[in-house]
């Protein structure tokens, strides 16, 4: 099983503290870091120091790192129109070297819109304008050097489809969720990945069983999709100092421990053994304290091998 990073720098993490991270975990063999795409702190607190752009922090990151693969978990289709999202990442794959993924998702936090100015439509709009979107980036993306859409939410003229991502035939799609019907349905259609995130192990499973239903329905192999799944992850061998890293980052351990994957490395390996074992190939591991590098260096020597 292939483990990534994945952090929530709205919680009250600057660019700084995020690269530091995305080269602890090149430095330390991850597959990948990933971050959140939101506006607004989701737990309470101030804020500080406020949001940053993903696809701005990723650019930089990029020209930073050279190895490890970027993306988010997962950029919100109210946020950016899918023009300049189209360009924005294909010009980070390019900053890249080709090492880019997107996630792409309805967007769910309303507070976020409302503090920002964008607009948030009904949940049936937003799997309308996710859809269309998810066309617009692979006909962008293709090899046509000239492209158009119509579609309900938006409009393209005919027009150059440039700039083109390094990979081809675009950079890898990730879908996520756990809806039982469009969500799979779209993943069937376009996904390159689909992840279910922070969920229990069975329903992790009833959910990837439904995207590999709805791809047979596509009659398209349902193995052609990466399974991955994403959870918080709180780990040392020392048990004074796992429950100082669960007070750090304000969890109860015994929470984290039902709900996440949390313990000493062979306890955190086990955890993300039961999602192999249900289906998942790969793990995003949230970890929430941007300063413990030591955190990641411990996940690496005493939970990779175990698990790898």
Excluded at 81 to 98: R, T, W
Excluded at 105 to 113: C, K, P
Excluded at 212 to 224: N, S, W
Aim: glycine share 10%.
């Amino acid at each position: 099983m292939e483990l990534r990073i994945f952090v929530e720098p709205q919680e009250g993490a600057g660019y700084e503290q995020q690269l530091a991270m995305a080269r602890a975990a090149e430095e330390h063999g991850f597959g990948a870091f990933f971050r959140s795409d939101h506006l607004l702190r989701i737990r309470p607190g101030d804020g500080s120091p406020g949001p940053t752009d993903s696809w701005v922090t990723l650019g930089a990151i990029a020209r930073e790192t050279s190895s490890i693969r970027l993306g988010t978990m997962v950029t919100s289709a109210t946020f950016r129109l899918p023009g300049p999202l189209a360009v924005a990442v294909a010009q980070v794959d390019e900053m890249s070297g080709g090492r880019v993924e997107i996630g792409l998702g309805t967007g769910w936090y309303e507070a976020e819109h409302r503090a920002y100015g964008i607009p948030f439509p009904s949940l049936g709009e937003r799997f309308e304008r996710l859809e269309e979107q998810l066309e617009i980036l692979t006909g962008l993306w293709s090899e046509q050097q000239e492209w158009e859409f119509h579609g309900r939410h938006y409009e393209f003229a005919r027009g150059p489809a440039l700039p083109k991502p390094v990979q081809r035939p675009h950079p890898p799609l990730i879908i996520g969720g756990l809806g039982p019907k469009r969500t799979p349905a779209l993943a069937a259609r376009f996904a390159d990945e689909f992840n279910v995130p922070f969920a229990d192990v069975q329903t992790a499973r009833v959910a990837f069983e439904r995207v590999r239903e709805a791809c047979r329905a596509e009659a398209r192999d349902p193995d052609e999709i990466v399974y991955s799944h994403a959870v918080t992850v709180c780990c040392a061998e020392d048990p004074a100092e796992l429950e100082r890293r669960a007070a750090r980052i304000g969890r109860d351990l015994e929470d984290l421990r039902r709900w996440g994957a949390a313990g000493t490395p062979s306890e955190v390996a086990g955890r993300l053994d039961e999602y192999r074992r249900a289906g998942a190939t790969r793990s995003y591991l949230q970890v929430i304290d941007f300063d413990d590098l030591d955190h990641i260096a411990e996940i690496a020597a005493g939970v990779m091998p175990r698990i790898s």
